[in-house]
């Protein structure tokens, strides 16, 4: 369209008569504001007179409500007036509104997501810090001692959910994408007005407290806790979840989003290890102990490089007859300055890292070849057990791998067992079953570790092919001085015959111990009143020494 110098319409195209509605008739020889005077004020108003006034193009883009469009104007000054070119931008308006929420959201529960939750944690930051500075700068009378200023705090909540995944695995992802949208309900209705969600990761959630008072983020972390362990209702399934919760507080936990947001995890990750259901405060100790893990990390990987890895094996006798009955393969490593460390010093973070399939691997690999070994120089081996995690007893091909290794090693599959722990089956029973199967399949038989320190549900032991149970130690411990002790015990073994199992009691460390699981009729035991975890050097001059049991 073209105005006159008296703002008149002097010409209006089809285009223009299409977008404003209006035909040209209309328009023609009125003035603009007397037509339009909801644009006076407007950024069009302005830019088209600062136009006028300059001589020079100006362009903007402003929203034109009564029409409810985005329009792009481009106004060209010349003697006669002024020519405008409008250009309807509300669809390239719209999508990158859309990209910018979704940039800032989560496309599943619509609550912000990572980005958007650094930014916001900068700025609460800036703005506390901010506070701070000025609450310092109030002058004070001389030698009067300045209060420490109350710094309104900045507290981050880091929200990882307990066994989320197993609700996934069982009930597939769309059941759990909407128990994630329900929680994030949930956790929106938890909010106070200045307070922030986020979903940072799958089942990650971070809560920012602004002006925070002291106490606050651990009532709220209770509060967390408490809103989450409400059931859900999902498809028609109760659901219960839990929740670990990490907390850093500004300004003694970071000076940064990223910091806080770091530590907060790291927190989080600590509760995670105390057992879950809880929450931490991030301090410094525990930023040491992420510096050591870290360091640990990075030492394992020249561990595995250097060779530093060794093996050393523990006796497992037969208690009828007092055969040797087996061994047990507990991993040790060499460390250059820390000496030799048992798997307590640093399984957890191996088991969390990308070496823990390699250092399995590795483990399976030196017991073939010490087995051969020890053959070679003309010893009867018994039976050697190996522990395996829950990644890799469900890794697929895990049998023929095994097989392969030990047919390489020219030892037969008989003298190989594998342990794995309740917990370990009960992370993916189908699975676990499958792979045990395998094994049998193999001839590699399998003892379930440590039983009776996890779930115990003694319904999923029918479903398994394993051939021994491991008595958990802590009920070895209290033989002869807990009454209740033996009857346990008593009952492991009962349950264990009427499947077809054998037993195994492992911690054995005195003789009443022993004498007592004889009597109850335990299979065998393991323990340092019967032999320590020893080198395989050493071990070979047991073996040397002692009757191997065969066929149980
Ligand atoms: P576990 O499988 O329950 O192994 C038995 C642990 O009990 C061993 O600790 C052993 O030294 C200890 N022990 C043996 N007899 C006695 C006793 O009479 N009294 C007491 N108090 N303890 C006794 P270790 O070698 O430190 O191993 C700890 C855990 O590390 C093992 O527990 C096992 O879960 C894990 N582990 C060991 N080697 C490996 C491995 O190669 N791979 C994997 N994934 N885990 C391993
Ligand atoms: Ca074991
Ligand atoms: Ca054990």
């Not at 029409?67 to 719209?94: H, I, K, M, Y």
């Not at 070496?355 to 020890?374: H, N, S, T």
Request: hydrophobic content about 45%; aromatic content about 8%.
């Amino acid at each position: 369209m073209s105005l006159d110098r008296e703002w008149r319409f002097a010409y209006v195209n089809q285009t223009m008569e299409r977008l404003l509605k209006r035909s040209r008739t209309d328009l023609d020889g009125r003035g603009i504001w007397e037509c339009y005077p909801d644009l006076i004020g407007s950024a069009y108003y302005r830019t088209f007179h600062e136009a006028a006034a300059s001589g020079a193009s100006r362009t903007c883009t402003a929203y034109y409500v009564p029409l409810a469009c985005w329009f792009e104007a481009r106004a060209f000054p010349d003697a006669n007036g002024l020519t405008v070119l409008f250009r309807d931008v509300s669809r390239e308006r719209q999508q990158s509104a859309q990209l910018e929420y979704h940039a800032d959201h989560d496309y599943l529960t619509g609550l912000a997501n990572r980005r958007r939750c650094t930014q916001v944690l900068a700025r609460a930051v800036a703005q506390a810090a901010e506070q701070a500075a000025q609450a310092q700068v109030a002058v004070l009378p001389a030698g009067m001692q300045a209060q420490a200023p109350q710094a309104a705090g900045v507290v981050v909540l880091f929200v990882d959910l307990d066994r989320f995944k197993e609700v996934n695995d069982a009930f597939g992802h769309a059941v759990g994408d909407t128990l994630l949208c329900k929680v994030a309900e949930r956790f929106r209705a938890l909010l106070a007005p200045s307070a922030f969600v986020a979903r940072v990761g799958g089942d990650e959630f971070v809560f920012i407290l602004r002006d925070a008072r002291p106490g606050q983020a651990e009532r709220f972390a209770g509060t967390i806790l408490a809103g989450v362990s409400q059931p859900f209702q999902v498809d028609g399934h109760t659901l219960l979840l839990g929740a670990s919760v990490g907390i850093a507080q500004w300004p003694e936990a970071g000076d940064t989003a990223d910091t806080l947001l770091n530590h907060a995890d790291a927190a989080m990750y600590a509760a995670k290890a105390a057992g879950r259901f809880q929450f931490r405060v991030f301090h410094l100790d525990l930023a040491q102990g992420l510096r050591q893990r870290l360091q640990l990390r990075a030492d394992l990987h020249a561990a595995m490089a250097d060779d530093q890895l060794v093996l050393h094996f523990q006796p497992q006798w037969s208690l009828p007859d007092g055969r040797l009955a087996g061994a047990e393969a507990l991993l040790r490593w060499q460390h250059p300055t820390r000496g030799l460390l048992p798997p307590a010093a640093f399984l957890d973070v191996l088991l969390e890292s990308p070496l823990e399939p390699a250092v399995g691997l590795w483990v399976m690999r030196a017991v073939c070849r010490q087995i051969a070994a020890w053959r070679r120089g003309g010893l009867t081996v018994p039976r050697i057990s190996l522990n395996l995690s829950a990644r890799q007893l469900v890794m697929p091909g895990l049998a023929g791998l095994l097989a392969d290794l030990a047919r390489e090693h020219e030892v037969p599959c008989g003298l190989l067992d594998v342990e794995v722990t309740e917990d370990t089956l009960m992370t993916d029973l189908d699975s676990a079953a499958a792979a045990l199967d395998e094994l049998r399949h193999c001839g590699i038989s399998a003892s379930l570790d440590d039983f009776g320190s996890g779930y115990s549900s003694l319904a999923y032991l029918t479903r398994l092919p394993v051939v021994t149970l491991k008595i958990d130690r802590s009920f070895v411990a209290v033989l002869g001085s807990a009454p209740e002790a033996l009857a346990v015990i008593r009952g492991v073994i009962a349950l264990a015959r009427s499947l077809g199992m054998r037993t195994l009691a492992e911690g054995v460390e005195t003789h009443v111990q022993q004498r007592l699981l004889a009597e109850e009729g335990c299979d065998a035991a393991q323990g340092y009143l019967l032999g320590r975890p020893m080198p395989a050097a050493d071990f070979a001059v047991v073996m040397g020494q002692s009757v191997v049991a065969r066929g149980d």
